[in-house]
Structure formats: structure tokens, C-alpha cells
């Protein structure tokens, strides 16, 4: 596969693909490019031959989210380009979603917002006990929209309203039983854990895992045309708030909002 300047890429002898956010200056944070990146990733990846593929994050953080610059710009922006933005973030989460290539999520440091979203797209995701996780996107007057359908897919409405709307903070433990990610262990022991979910792949028919992914998702919740659609929309709704406006601002500034 092709070089990408915001992501690094290895595929070892067995096919197993082990793609990383490559943004560790800004804790890995969902850019334009970066999107774009990890959608060519997903679109590429089942004719390459890999048998699974292992996400994770350098500089020991996984994703803290949506770029704020990128979120500032939208606020700026006129609804045609907010909505072709937030297109590029759904049309990115939903090509994840769908890859018929087993991902397995290698969640460490911090996961927030989107980085939750990219945890929960993944087929399993093991943390850290000491990851941070949050969905920060209320503290910044904006919602959790896009990430919203895998998120509630993997958590389910009940368990997800402990922690949709509140900002909280919490960490691997809680991710775990909130259904974030499958098990959450010391960091002395992610790498293993992670390999423990790899290694099964390696035995199986790849077309087969990725019809029966396929199959799983047909059973499950819904995520459709009209619900990515529906996000979007509510996405572009909240980057017109003066909320997002005066909160982003202030966060960059480095401020408390008023």
C-alpha cells in the first residue's frame, strides 16, 4: 500500500497490518488528511491480502479526537462545506465500519470523541488501565453525531447515556464494562492481549471472516443511508452554535469559556 504522511503502515510476513495515527504533536487528532488517509487504508486493505489489521496510535496516545482546527475552520465555514466536511468524517467511519479486514483496536494514553468512535468501529479493542476516555464533544458545545451509530451499535442506548452527554472522564476499567472495548489490562500487557486477538485470524478463511463480519452487521443495528445522513446534519447544526463557537475559541485560547 502507499506512503501516507499522516499515518504509518507495516504488514508482516503473517498479513497482519498494523496501521498507527501518526500525529503524536497533536495526541493524534482526527485531521482532513488524516481521515482521508484512513479511508484509503480501509478501501485498499481487503485486496492486499491482510488477514487482520491492528489500530493504534504513536507517541503513546490513540486519538484525543476531532482536530480542533479542523472543527474551528467549519465554525467559520459556510453549510455546504460544513456538510461536505462532516461527510468526509462519516463516509471515513462508515468505510471502517464495513472493511471486511478484522481490526483490532490497541487503545493506550488517551481516547476521546472521535478516538471513542474509532475504538468502537474496531471489531475488538483492548485499553490500557490507565487510558483516559471521554466524550468531550459537549464540553466544546458540539455533539458526539457522527461517531453516534457505531458508538451506541457497540454500548447499547442505556449504558451509552451514563456517559454521551456528560463530558465524565474515565478510564480502561470502566471502557470494559461500558462495552467500549473488549478487556482492559495493565500496559505491561497490551501488546500480548493485542496479539491474543490477532493470532485466530490467522488460522481462518479471510473471505469467510469477512462475510461473517458482514453478516454480523446485517443483524445488528441499523446504520444506514438515512442515519449517517441524520448525523451529519445534527453534526453541521451544532458547528453553527455560538456554544461551539466561543467554546472551541476558548480552548484553543487556552481559557476557561464564559
Known amino acids: 500500500m502507499r506512503g501516507y504522511e499522516t499515518l504509518a503502515m507495516e504488514?508482516?510476513?503473517?498479513?497482519?497490518?498494523?496501521?498507527?495515527?501518526d500525529r503524536a504533536e497533536k495526541r493524534n487528532a482526527l485531521s482532513a488528511e488524516m481521515m482521508d488517509e484512513l479511508r484509503d487504508v480501509a478501501e485498499r486493505a481487503p485486496g492486499?491480502?491482510?488477514?487482520?489489521m491492528?489500530?493504534?496510535?504513536?507517541?503513546?496516545?490513540?486519538?484525543?479526537?476531532?482536530?480542533?482546527?479542523?472543527?474551528?475552520?467549519?465554525?467559520?465555514?459556510?453549510?455546504?462545506?460544513?456538510?461536505?466536511?462532516?461527510?468526509?468524517?462519516?463516509?471515513?467511519?462508515?468505510?471502517?465500519?464495513?472493511?471486511?479486514?478484522?481490526?483490532?483496536?490497541?487503545?493506550?494514553?488517551?481516547?476521546?470523541?472521535?478516538?471513542?468512535?474509532?475504538?468502537?468501529?474496531?471489531?475488538?479493542?483492548?485499553?490500557?488501565?490507565?487510558?483516559r476516555f471521554g466524550f468531550t464533544e459537549t464540553r466544546l458545545g458540539i455533539i458526539p453525531a457522527t461517531i453516534a451509530p457505531y458508538?451506541?451499535?457497540?454500548?447499547?442506548e442505556g449504558p451509552a447515556r451514563r456517559v454521551f452527554m456528560s463530558g465524565r472522564i474515565?478510564?480502561?476499567?470502566?471502557?470494559?464494562?461500558?462495552?467500549?472495548?473488549?478487556?482492559?489490562?495493565p500496559a505491561a500487557d497490551l501488546d500480548a492481549a493485542v496479539e491474543a486477538e490477532v493470532a485466530?485470524?490467522?488460522?481462518?478463511?479471510?473471505?469467510?471472516?469477512?462475510?461473517?463480519?458482514?453478516?454480523?452487521?446485517?443483524?445488528?443495528?441499523?446504520?444506514d443511508d438515512a442515519a449517517i445522513a441524520d448525523t451529519m446534519e445534527r453534526l453541521a447544526?451544532?458547528?453553527?452554535t455560538e456554544a461551539a463557537r466561543t467554546r472551541i475559541a476558548a480552548f484553543l485560547d487556552r481559557r476557561?469559556?464564559?
Open 11 to 21: 504488514v508482516d510476513g503473517r498479513g497482519v497490518a498494523r496501521v498507527t495515527l
Open 48 to 52: 492486499e491480502g491482510i488477514r487482520a
Open 54 to 131: 491492528v489500530l493504534s496510535g504513536a507517541g503513546g496516545t490513540f486519538c484525543a479526537g476531532g482536530d480542533l482546527g479542523w472543527m474551528m475552520a467549519q465554525i467559520e465555514a459556510d453549510r455546504p462545506t460544513r456538510m461536505a466536511e462532516a461527510r468526509r468524517l462519516a463516509d471515513t467511519l462508515r468505510a471502517l465500519n464495513e472493511m471486511p479486514v478484522p481490526l483490532i483496536g490497541r487503545v493506550e494514553g488517551v481516547a476521546m470523541g472521535g478516538g471513542i468512535g474509532l475504538a468502537c468501529i474496531c471489531d475488538v479493542a483492548i485499553a490500557e488501565e490507565g487510558c
Open 151 to 156: 458508538v451506541i451499535a457497540r454500548m447499547g
Open 170 to 185: 474515565f478510564d480502561g476499567g470502566e471502557a470494559a464494562r461500558l462495552g467500549i472495548v473488549g478487556a482492559s489490562v
Open 200 to 223: 485466530p485470524y490467522l488460522e481462518v478463511s479471510t473471505e469467510a471472516a469477512g462475510r461473517a463480519k458482514a453478516l454480523a452487521r446485517s443483524l445488528g443495528p441499523r446504520i
Open 237 to 240: 447544526d451544532s458547528w453553527e
Open 256 to 258: 476557561k469559556p464564559g
